[in-house]
C-alpha cells in the first residue's frame, strides 16, 4: 500500500501511531515522531502532533523521508 494511502487510513481511523522512523537528520534523536496522530497528508508532506503535546508541537515530514510507521491494528 502507498505511503500517503496508509496515513490518510491513520488518520481517518484517529490512530495514534506507536512510532514513525525517518532517514537520519543533522540533530541526534530528530524528529521524535513517538506517540503521534496524523493530522494532514499532502502529496509531500505529512504532518504529525504529539498525542501528549497541547497542540503546540507540530512536525512536519517530507514523505520521502520516512522509512517505516508502526502503529496498532484498525479498522478501515
Known amino acids: 500500500m502507498p ?3 496508509l496515513l490518510l487510513q491513520i488518520q481517518a481511523a484517529g490512530v495514534t501511531i ?3 522512523f ?3 537528520t543533522n ?3 530528530e524528529p521524535d ?5 496524523v493530522l494532514e497528508v499532502t502529496g509531500e508532506t505529512v504532518t504529525f502532533a504529539r498525542v501528549d503535546s497541547l497542540g503546540g508541537n507540530r512536525i512536519i515530514v517530507p514523505l520521502d523521508k520516512i522509512v517505516a510507521v508502526d502503529y ?3 479498522t478501515q
Open 22 to 24: 525517518t532517514l537520519p
Open 72 to 74: 496498532p491494528p484498525f
Open 33 to 37: 515522531l513517538t506517540g503521534v496522530r
Open 18 to 20: 506507536n512510532e514513525v
Open 27 to 29: 540533530v541526534p534523536g
Open 3 to 5: 505511503l500517503q494511502l
